[in-house]
């Protein structure tokens, strides 16, 4: 019975040290505080065994030392060995000196051996779930592909390549996602909880930083650090905006971005199932920033409130529905995207704009970029642009004071003619 004990220890270390999720000089530490544990319990002292565990056996060996004293002066017999039983074992020991011999653990009995099992698994069991929650606490804000496992009404259990359990709630998937048990699911590592030292990781993939991941991997200037997102806001299986911007001016980072015919763009729209995705590029031009986030509408004019960050979006007829969008998303997410409350007006004041002009028809006076930024943040005509104060036109298209008197005096000229 003794000898299969002893087999069914090397058995179950031999299966410690598999784990794959515990460091391996850790988990032989604790297997040697276990064993000393036991060894006190029984002699009173552990301070002369040697435990030597060998991992690539899943073995493990117990040397007692005791020193040779005559023998009617063995007081501690854990501690000292007669001559003449020393001289059993080699009959060349004297007194004084030290004797190693081999223990057999199983002489500690059934119950002392189980209590050992009983308090290693509690220890391995206790190292995994702090390593879990030390890798997965790492490894928040990345994404991690596992296959699903069981699919409940509120969540997803998933399985990691090490067999660690993930969790996808049902409010962190998109609400178009659809698995099969044993399908490869990626995500984002929203939260890492550790309630009780009970390790729970929680994973998203409704979370924008889920998006700017997967941006990251399809697009080698986000990855290289050329391109940067500064903003992203999403409605999960509809629609999102990105604000991307570059460090290089040789660098569309919109076109680089979307990658040539889409190609970039549609992976990351394929595995958010068909959501559509705008890339502006950024400024911190609030009025600009703000009609690019309203693409593809085009403004007329907009009117700010910094106090309350709020914007008056005035735009043609024409133009509202798309400025709003279907269902509202397009102007949810560009108050989303540039934390303005927007405020849509339509501007049908006609029969002013029937004396008016519009921009591009001072190509000839007025320079072609000019004339673009001018209209990328509201101002088609000449009476827009004449209408705001020349310090909100400064102040809105970074433009030279000299490069907007000028542009002021030819198209004041032209209506006082």
């Known amino acids: 019975?003794?000898?299969?004990?002893?087999?069914?220890?090397?058995?179950?270390?031999?299966?410690?040290?598999?784990?794959?999720?515990?460091?391996?000089?850790?988990?032989?530490?604790?297997?040697?505080?276990?064993?000393?544990?036991?060894?006190?319990?029984?002699?009173?002292?552990?301070?002369?065994?040697?435990?030597?565990?060998?991992?690539?056996?899943?073995?493990?060996?117990?040397?007692?030392?005791?020193?040779?004293?005559?023998?009617?002066?063995?007081?501690?017999?854990?501690?000292?060995?007669?001559?003449?039983?020393a001289q059993k074992i080699d009959e060349d020991y004297e007194v004084g000196e030290e004797v190693t011999d081999t223990l057999d653990f199983s002489i500690f009995g059934r119950r002392s051996i189980l209590t050992l099992r009983q308090t290693l698994a509690s220890k391995i069991l206790e190292l995994q779930k702090d390593s879990l929650f030390v890798k997965y606490s790492e490894k928040v804000g990345e994404i991690v592909s596992a296959e699903l496992y069981q699919i409940w009404k509120k969540e997803m259990l998933l399985m990691d390549e090490d067999g660690n359990e993930l969790y996808l709630p049902k409010s962190e998937q998109i609400p178009t996602d659809f698995y099969r048990k044993g399908e490869t699911v990626r995500a984002v590592v929203a939260v890492v909880e550790n309630k009780n030292n009970n390790p729970k990781i929680i994973l998203s993939r409704t979370s924008p930083v889920f998006l700017q991941r997967l941006f990251e991997l399809e697009v080698p200037e986000i990855h290289d650090g050329l391109i940067t997102i500064k903003k992203i806001a999403r409605i999960p299986g509809e629609r999102a905006k990105v604000a991307v911007e570059s460090y290089d001016e040789r660098v569309d980072p919109v076109g680089a971005c979307v990658g040539v015919k889409g190609v970039r763009i549609h992976g990351i729209v394929r595995e958010l199932r068909n959501e559509n995705i705008d890339v502006i590029n950024y400024t911190n031009n609030t009025s600009l920033f703000i009609a690019r986030a309203l693409s593809p509408a085009k403004i007329t004019s907009i009117r700010l409130n910094e106090d309350d960050k709020r914007a008056e979006i005035y735009l043609k007829p024409e133009e509202v529905s798309q400025a709003i969008g279907k269902g509202g998303l397009n102007i949810k997410l560009a108050s989303m995207l540039t934390g303005y409350n927007l405020d849509v007006f339509r501007d049908i004041d006609e029969s002013e704009y029937e004396e008016d002009i519009y921009l591009d028809e001072f190509s000839d006076e007025i320079d072609q970029w000019v004339i673009d930024t001018l209209k990328a943040i509201g101002y088609d005509t000449a009476k827009s642009v004449l209408s705001v104060p020349r310090e909100d036109l400064i102040h809105r298209t970074d433009f030279e004071e000299e490069t907007i008197d000028e542009v002021l005096a030819i198209l004041k000229e032209e209506f006082e003619d």
């Open 1 to 85: 019975m003794a000898k299969k004990e002893h087999t069914n220890l090397v058995d179950i270390f031999s299966d410690f040290l598999d784990k794959k999720n515990i460091d391996r000089s850790t988990l032989i530490s604790v297997m040697e505080e276990s064993f000393r544990n036991v060894i006190a319990k029984n002699f009173g002292t552990d301070e002369n065994f040697d435990i030597i565990i060998n991992p690539d056996k899943g073995d493990f060996e117990i040397y007692r030392n005791r020193t040779v004293v005559p023998d009617d002066e063995v007081e501690n017999k854990n501690m000292e060995i007669g001559l003449s039983e």
